[in-house]
């Protein structure tokens, strides 16, 4: 960790109290939800994309906002956030292996004021992650949550994987990110299939967010009529993309917005900030 990111990352601990990990700041927070899933339902649903901006958002309207990738096989919020990809080893993986880890070295702060990452580094090996349980993914998000004010989950559409069922089991509130994609509903539907059979109750993400709508007549009311709702939807973008590739966000980096894009955004975050 730089000498930036170091001091950044202690204005926050500076505030924690003496008791333990919450701080005063925190204690008066109004917020219900504070650990926020995201689960991609279909190709062309380009979770990184949104949370990534979502985060800039809510950290400009004064929240500590930590976001954490756990796609583990193939993360990539880090170039979203322009971020310096972690070592083999470092970052995720070292919270994971032991309750002792100080979290002031696995999360880096970014650019952007008040806004972190925990993310896994690009060139762990994929079996390093097969004996980890759900309750190791438990307890990294706990204590992210009493660090933080808003956490922001990046979780990969992979049943099997505890980070997947470790992660929906520990969110307060959780989206479906879909594309117009026909296969993107019965996606959801064995997804929250798998979940219920293990026990783990699926009532918190029934919400839909739809991403890069080309308007190409798909019929939506397939999602109501599964028991989704539809929280948000984006219109197709191509500067959300163009700006990622240079490591920018959208909603703060780009001279030429995309209105409706806009309007879905803020409504979005204004919706996470309410409940």
């Not at 339902?41 to 929240?63: K, P, Q, V, Y």
């Not at 706990?142 to 069922?165: A, S, T, Y």
Request: net charge negative; hydrophobic share 45%; charged share 25%.
């Amino acid at each position: 960790m730089d000498r930036d990111s170091g001091r950044r990352l202690r204005r926050i601990w500076n505030k924690v109290s003496a008791q333990g990990l919450i701080g005063a700041e925190l204690q008066e927070s109004k917020l219900l939800y504070s650990v926020i899933g995201f689960i991609p339902a279909s190709d062309l649903a380009d979770n990184a994309m949104l949370i990534s901006n979502i985060a800039c958002l809510l950290a400009e309207r004064g929240f500590n906002v930590c976001v954490v990738d756990l796609k583990v096989f193939y993360p990539n919020l880090y170039h979203f956030l322009d971020v310096e990809p972690r070592r083999r080893g470092d970052g995720l993986i070292r919270a994971l292996k032991s309750d002792k880890i100080d979290m002031r070295d696995v999360v880096q702060a970014t650019k952007y004021d008040r806004l972190y990452l925990l993310s896994p580094s690009p060139q762990d090996l994929l079996e390093e992650y097969f004996d980890f349980e759900i309750e190791q993914v438990e307890r990294v998000l706990g204590e992210l949550k009493d660090m933080f004010d808003l956490v922001l989950v990046d979780i990969p559409n992979n049943p099997p994987l505890e980070f997947c069922v470790g992660a929906m089991k520990q969110c307060h509130a959780g989206f479906f990110t879909a594309a117009e994609r026909i296969e993107a509903v019965g996606n959801m539907l064995k997804l929250l299939e798998f979940v219920r059979s293990i026990g783990i109750s699926t009532a918190k993400f029934t919400n839909v967010i739809l991403m890069n709508v080309l308007e190409m007549n798909f019929d939506f009311k397939v999602f109501r009529e599964s028991g989704f709702q539809i929280a948000a939807v984006f219109p197709f973008a191509k500067g959300t993309y163009a700006r990622a590739l240079e490591g920018k966000l959208y909603v703060k980096d780009n001279p030429v917005v995309n209105k409706y894009f806009m309007k879905e955004i803020n409504r979005l975050v204004q919706l996470l900030i309410e409940n």
